[in-house]
């Protein structure tokens, strides 16, 4: 089975900060993996996915198999990062597993 | 072009009624998802629809949730008699295929439901 793990519920930084938002997962194969971000009063919305390897919005995970993890980590955080954060599994599947979600609060 | 839509946006009932929230997925997309996102508890997967496959059902809470999806694009979750748990916001995504390479999914705005 797929699982993930987000061990902080609420992140809280200034502005300019470094931030970093743990996600590890368990899934014996090769695994997708995916971060959704929702700000307020919008709807959910894919932020950036490993395949991808993009940077997003100054966001990049990296996946470290050996840990099992996919961190999502921006250098310095701006307000407008305020928001909900998901992490996502999908396996064999093809159903994304999400974790429970980070909340970010970026202050001024 | 359009995204996820589901309406109603916000529901509210009394315990005992039945409910039903729509999804009109993006055109083209053969996968739709349904959870349910409550305070503190993530997404809860519910079920899943890949083209004319049988659907898995196998987040379906219980017996009184039941979805079904018309000619591959509109889905229908109903709740029948709803009790104060079922209180969450019920999200519909929907992606291109299942596949891995294509599975980023897109989501609707949601229905609020509140069950007094």
């Known amino acids: 089975a797929q699982r993930v793990t987000q061990p902080e519920k609420l992140l809280s930084v200034f502005k300019g900060a470094p931030v970093e938002l743990k996600c590890n997962y368990s899934y014996s194969g090769s695994p997708e993996l995916f971060w959704y971000v929702q700000y307020s009063r919008q709807r959910l919305q894919l932020l950036l996915r490993h395949i991808s390897r993009e940077s997003i919005k100054g966001f990049t995970a990296d996946l470290n198999k050996g840990e099992t993890s996919f961190h999502l980590k921006k250098p310095f955080a701006q307000e407008e990062d305020s928001a909900m954060y998901y992490c996502a599994v999908s396996g064999g599947s093809y159903i994304p597993t999400f974790g429970r979600g980070t909340s970010l609060i970026v202050h001024p | 072009g359009a995204g996820v839509s589901q309406s109603p946006s916000n529901k509210v009932t009394e315990k005992g009624k039945d409910v039903e929230l729509r999804c009109d997925p993006i055109?083209?997309?053969?996968?739709l998802y349904w959870y349910r996102q409550s305070l503190g508890q993530g997404l809860e997967f519910l079920i899943y629809f890949q083209g004319n496959s049988a659907p898995d059902k196998s987040g379906l809470p219980s017996d009184r949730f039941s979805a079904e999806r018309t000619g591959g694009s509109v889905s229908t979750l109903t709740i029948q008699r709803t009790q104060q748990e079922d209180s969450a916001v019920y999200l519909c995504a929907s992606s291109l295929a299942s596949n891995r390479e294509r599975q980023t999914q897109y989501f609707g705005p949601g229905t609020r439901l509140l069950v007094l």
């Open positions: 055109s083209g997309h053969t996968a």
